[in-house]
């Protein structure tokens, strides 16, 4: 009897089951506990995002000319997004991932005090760099990162910028570090390891052409112009600041890579468009939706892991340089 209640007995525990406790679903579009705000807008912009009126502002003939210019850009872009990713750069080199964060936070910092730097140089240096380290067959360290990140910022300038950084500029950069022999001969090699191919996709590059589709749609659907509705204008263009410093923030870590980089430009917009909801702003009528089609003509994918992987980065601590980079919010439309 014993022994045949001893068995009942383990047979019992055996056969029990334990009920795996539920994962809590990650809620991204939570606005508490954020350690990076981006939605940084002055008291002007304040005005224009808390405004419903359809004509509170009037355009002059120089900004409605300007406009008219930048409307028609969109068909000077592709009609298909390169989906581009840089996924494992650093796979077979022995770079720390946080020395790259640094460096690429350090090259955008030294770019907000030269004047003549487009916004699109500090992507395109991204682009590059990491272009170069996923094709170079040799492994690198940290030691090289220097004369590295400053030859990517010097094609990228000579590629973007109409006053190309010089070389003198640059070796004084680096705190004389590297010569201008030295930076001839690193962008000599990177070059030769991309085949050449400086103009490639960046991050700026699927952004802007998102934000100028996005514009191009929505007075095309609304039968609108901008003379009579420059508000539609002004509160774009508040997006496209605010998304341009997100973006910025999030380009900056390694583990960004893992998605196209269509894929992050779309998540920070979007992410953008919400939050400002969130914070009660007057947003334009059907703007996420349209910014939806754009997603799906554009094939553009996992970006339900991109917004959630955006807020926990916006939820990280930031460096005091990292702080003195995102303040630098003068980039325009």
């Known amino acids: 009897m014993d022994k045949s209640f001893h068995n009942l007995k383990t047979k019992s525990l055996i056969s029990q089951k334990i009920t795996p406790q539920k994962k809590l679903s990650l809620n991204y579009m939570d606005i508490h506990n954020f350690q990076f705000e981006w939605i940084c807008l002055d008291a002007y912009e304040q005005k224009v995002m808390n405004q419903s009126n359809s004509n509170p502002f009037q355009y002059s003939y120089y900004e409605q000319m300007q406009w008219f210019q930048n409307y028609h850009l969109h068909f000077q872009y592709p009609l298909k ?25 350090w090259l955008g910092y030294v770019l907000g005090s030269y004047d003549n730097t487009s916004n699109e140089t500090y992507f395109l240096t991204i682009s590059i760099f990491d272009k170069f380290l996923q094709q ?31 070389s003198q500029q640059l070796v004084q950069l680096s705190g004389e570090k590297i010569t201008e022999d030295q930076l001839a001969k690193c962008q000599f090699q990177i070059l030769q390891t991309i085949q050449y191919q400086i103009e490639i996709p960046n991050y700026f590059s699927n952004f802007d052409y998102l934000m100028r589709d996005l514009e191009f749609r929505y007075y095309k659907e609304k039968m609108l112009n901008i003379i009579d509705n420059s508000l539609i204008k002004m509160k774009l263009s508040a997006i496209y600041k605010c998304t341009l410093n997100l973006l910025r923030f999030v ?26 909801e969130l914070l009660n702003f007057i947003m334009l009528e059907d703007l996420s939706k349209i910014l939806v089609q754009i997603q799906i003509d554009q094939e553009i994918v996992n970006t339900e892991i991109a917004l959630k992987y955006i807020y926990r980065l916006c939820q990280n601590d930031l460096s005091q340089k ?12």
Do not use: V
Request: charged share 15%; proline share 1%; aromatic share 12%.
């Open 322 to 333: 990292q702080q003195e980079f995102l303040s630098q919010t003068d980039f325009k439309y």
């Open 251 to 276: 380009s900056q870590h390694y583990d960004t890579t893992i998605f196209y980089q269509s894929t992050i430009a779309f998540s920070c917009i979007l992410y953008t468009i919400k939050r400002m």
């Open 136 to 166: 170079y067959p040799f492994s690198l360290s940290n030691q090289e990162l220097l004369s590295l990140g400053i030859s990517c910022l010097s094609l990228a300038s000579k590629q973007k910028d109409i006053y190309c950084l010089t």
């Open 81 to 105: 997004l390169d989906h581009i990713n840089t996924q494992e750069s650093l796979r077979h080199h022995s770079i720390c991932e946080l020395k790259r964060n640094s460096l690429l936070c």
